[in-house]
């Protein structure tokens, strides 16, 4: 357990400002470069506590991943709700624009995601990449099986294989809209709003013409 019972017994509140700094270092600096004492500075607590609360670093790093995939896991889970029973094309989109979304009113949380995608020194790594492409791919697969029930996806598919093909082609969307130069050209990083939704619908289309039922 990355956090001992001291920790747990603080008041809610004071835990999520602990997480939410903690989420801001990490973020900005990479796990390597993070610093504890500019945290426990911003905090206006003895660096003493860090250590009353977490093991050590690396156990502080993986309560803040897990603070930060469930914001992203509760904010998708909504997108899901909302948007039960449409195409099944609709709700992608409607993932894509609402991960643009997130990246544009928490950045902090996709910045996160690319710190342990790009950097080597995050400990756990592997675990962690493998948690969060799990429950992409899980998220995924719910609305590929709902619309093959209702006939909007090609009888043949392969759920699996569509599901890595649909996850690889919107992580990379986003990628490209968070980091300069990675989007081939294709004008997404740094485009206007309206831009990127265009972009993220005509990519969305690609995909019905290619999975969807004829």
Known sequence: MASSSTFR?????????????????????????????ALVGRLGIAKGSIFQYFRDKAGLFRLVFDFAVGQVKNHLR???GQTQGQDVFLRLEQS?????????????LFR??????????????????QS?????????????????????????????????????????????????????????????PADAARLAHELVQLLRRGLGAA
């Open 9 to 37: 017994n603080l008041d809610p509140a004071k835990q999520d400002r602990i997480l939410d700094e903690a989420l801001t270092e990490f973020a900005a600096k990479g796990y390597g470069q993070a610093s504890l004492n």
């Open 78 to 80: 909504a997108v899901r």
């Open 96 to 108: 894509l624009l609402s991960g643009l979304d997130l990246i544009h009113d928490n950045p902090r």
């Open 112 to 129: 996160l995601y690319l710190r342990i995608v790009y950097e080597g020194d995050v400990p756990l790594r592997g675990q962690l990449l």
């Open 132 to 192: 969060i492409r799990l429950f992409s791919r899980e998220y995924i697969l719910e609305l590929l099986a709902e619309g093959q029930a209702r006939g909007e996806l090609r009888p043949d598919l392969d759920p699996e294989l569509a599901a890595f093909l649909v996850d690889a082609a919107l992580e990379r969307f986003l990628v490209a809209r968070s980091l300069e130069n990675m989007d081939a050209g294709l004008g997404l990083y740094a485009a206007p």
